[in-house]
């Protein structure tokens, strides 16, 4: 159940939530496990944002029960809930590499929070510790090589 201040703000259309992207009074939210929250004071940001990306993959994915074939298209749409933007998987080896975009980015290419979760999904797709680099700018998106 949504909390009478984001029903309020439902009801004058000032709270969005589609397609993986959270809106609050026009500004762009992004959705963290709480996890990864309260360990912000404690390790680098891109280390938590990669082991609690980790696990929260692996938790979603053994509770749907998904099969090895819906695996990344499910890990897409966990990526989309976090609010960090849209991701497109472009190239995936089980090997431990990958290109992927993120469209409509909440931080930019360089954001250690944004790679750290990339690191973390891919680690555990991969079933290997991997890690993920920006590379650049790709029309509107986001490219990063994780490996």
Known sequence: MLSSFLQKLDFVHQFKMA??????????????????VSELNKESIYDIAKKSAHEEVEIYIKRINADQESTLNISEQIFDTYGLGKLKIELFDKKGKA???VSDAAFPGKSPLTRGVLAGMFSFLCKKNVDAEFKGMKGNANVYVIG
């Open 19 to 36: 397609e993986g992207s959270i809106g609050i009074l026009g500004t762009k939210q992004v959705m963290l496990p709480s996890s990864l």
């Open 99 to 101: 290109i992927v975009h």
